[in-house]
């Protein structure tokens, strides 16, 4: 009976997504001509942390193929800052593999324009040296400044949590 419930939540999970994106498409960017994101980005979790990472990626080509060229800032903080670091340091054995993925996505993303912060405060409350971060990742002094100043400036928050 739990297992039947469970599939009946993901498939109105799915359609209700589904009617999310047609939704997007007729009202939400109706009028928008300009798209400026500040992503939250603090989980974790090496499955859920890439997961984030699709979604985004996923969000910011359907932007882009709405016509828009998204400016966005990603702003890393607590645990998710183990896997913006270079080497295998940081990180369990078990997620070596997370942590070579999420190269792959910052390299992706810095690519793209993307800007890439991380968080001092967080860095040393989880003692990881500044000069230990991917060379795509700009070290600032306060991520929660950071986010507080790209709001002022008309960014919308995105959640990465």
Do not use: H
Not at 34 to 49: A, H, Q, S, T, W
Not at 109 to 132: N, P, R, S, W, Y
Not at 135 to 148: A, F, R, W
């Amino acid at each position: 009976m739990k297992k039947k419930m469970l599939v009946v939540a993901g498939v109105l999970l799915v359609a209700a997504l589904a009617l999310a994106g047609q939704a997007v498409k007729v009202n939400a960017l109706k009028g928008v001509t300009r798209v400026k994101i500040v992503c939250d980005v603090n989980v974790g979790e090496p499955k859920l942390l890439l997961k984030r990472m699709e979604l985004l990626d996923k969000t910011w080509k359907q932007l882009a193929a709405a016509g828009m060229k998204p400016t966005v800032v990603m702003a890393f903080r607590a645990k998710a800052s183990f896997f913006i670091t270079k080497g295998e340091g940081y990180v369990a054995a078990e997620a070596l593999g997370a942590k070579r993925e999420m190269r792959a996505w910052i390299e992706r993303f810095k690519e793209a324009g993307f800007t890439i912060e991380q968080c001092a405060l967080a860095a040393e409350m989880l003692d990881i040296e500044v000069k230990d971060f991917l060379p795509q990742v700009e070290v600032v002094e306060n991520g929660y400044v950071s986010l507080i100043g790209y709001q002022q400036q008309g960014y919308a928050l995105l959640p990465l949590d």
